[in-house]
């Protein structure tokens, strides 16, 4: 059974940082093309960041470009997303997505709240 479980999220107030993890389990982890989205109340889901399977390769929205940084390991299974310099704009569920060819896999969400 595929399951992808974020977890780290939570409540902080502006300047802070919080590192979110995403634990996979149930398929090759390390043959996926992870990303980190989310999604504010009343908008629309955005890429956050993502990063090719050998962890080489990766890329981060704009918004988020020298505050952020994602990493994986292998090993563990698992993909983590270090936020920092949070402020309010960061405030939303974050998602880890998985894909790899037809395979398109979706975690339940973590909570970010930061406040001002």
């Known amino acids: 059974q595929v399951q992808l479980v974020e977890s780290g999220g939570g409540l902080v107030q502006a300047g802070a940082s919080l590192r979110l993890s995403c634990a996979a389990s149930?398929?090759?982890?390390?043959?996926?093309?992870m990303r980190w989205y989310r999604q504010a109340p009343g908008k629309e889901r955005e890429l956050v960041a993502g990063?090719?399977?050998?962890?080489?390769?990766?890329n981060y929205a704009d918004s988020v470009k020298g505050r952020v940084t994602i990493s994986r390991d292998n090993a563990k299974n698992t993909v983590y997303l270090q936020m920092n310099s949070l402020n309010p704009k960061d405030t939303a569920v974050y998602y880890c997505?998985?894909?790899?060819?037809?395979?398109?896999?979706w975690g339940q969400g973590t909570q970010v709240t930061v406040s001002s």
């Open positions: 997505n998985a894909r790899f060819w037809k395979n398109d896999y």
């Open positions: 149930g398929f090759t982890f390390s043959s996926y093309f």
């Open positions: 990063i090719a399977s050998t962890g080489v390769i990766r």
